[in-house]
């Protein structure tokens, strides 16, 4: 599996995952200007695309993962495990944030098993179903 940056002709296959994941385009536009400002990523396993994540350094000033999505078809494979430790790598300050709904188990234990640890609830974002975020402070590389 290689994990690079995205590029324009990877365009539709990200867009194509999301929508088979979420089960809309809504985020088309979005991830088309992650793409144009290189805070997009790909999981790519011979010549396929089989994941992606978007981040930036959005929260609070801290580096943050805003989207991680594999195609169902290739999860528990390690893509989200790589994309992840492609992020942290890349990282430009000193904690990376991330969060999911309360209703998401399976991203919630994602980001236990790779050190991310519960940091606060938002609650009205989605009726109903609360934000956990999570944070993972990183190597004393950084000084913020």
Not at 17 to 26: F, H, K, N, P
Not at 49 to 75: E, K, M, Q
Request: hydrophobic share 40%.
């Amino acid at each position: 599996m290689n994990i690079e940056r995205a590029a324009a002709e990877h365009i539709p296959s990200i867009c194509e995952i999301d929508s088979l994941v979420i089960g809309s385009r809504s985020r088309e536009q979005q991830l088309t200007e992650a793409v144009a400002k290189q805070q997009c990523i790909v999981a790519i396993e011979k010549e396929t695309i089989i994941g992606f994540a978007v981040f930036d350094a959005s929260f609070f000033g801290y580096d943050y993962l805003s989207l991680l999505i594999v195609n169902p078809s290739f999860r528990r494979k390690g893509a989200a495990r790589a994309l992840i430790q492609y992020i942290e790598s890349h990282c430009t300050t000193a904690k990376l944030f991330t969060s999911t709904n309360e209703s998401n188990a399976t991203m919630q234990r994602v980001c236990e098993s790779v050190g991310f640890e519960r940091s606060g609830i938002i609650e009205n974002l989605d009726d109903g179903d609360p934000e956990w975020i999570y944070f993972k402070p990183l190597p004393t590389r950084f000084s913020d």
